[in-house]
């Protein structure tokens, strides 16, 4: 039998804690939902206007995220959806949470 699913989910686990890791040094720490384990992870943006605009802005730097609001989360929790995968590098994943910082400093966000 291959090792490839063992090699693949040690990468995504890489991965996960490397973002995780980037993510409690930054600004928006508190915007994360769940630092567990897990390959997806969810940014609080606040309202559905800055949510999609977040999410347009990520997207335009090269960053595929998903917008996610109302019923899916509470109203005024509206947010980006990022999953995380085993074909990022380390710094995808670095250079994806620059620039979620750099999206929420652009939109003056202000930390929670």
Known sequence: MSTEINDLQSKLLVNVDRFNE???????????????????????????????????????????????????VARGKAGVRIVMNASQTTDDVEMLVEAIECTLNEMNQPQM
């Open 22 to 72: 980037a993510v409690a040094a930054s600004t928006f720490h508190d915007r994360l939902r769940s630092n567990q384990r897990t390959p997806i992870k969810f940014v609080v943006i606040g309202s559905d206007a800055d949510a999609i605009e977040a999410a347009s802005r990520l997207m335009d730097k090269g960053f595929y995220v998903n917008m996610t609001a109302y019923p899916a």
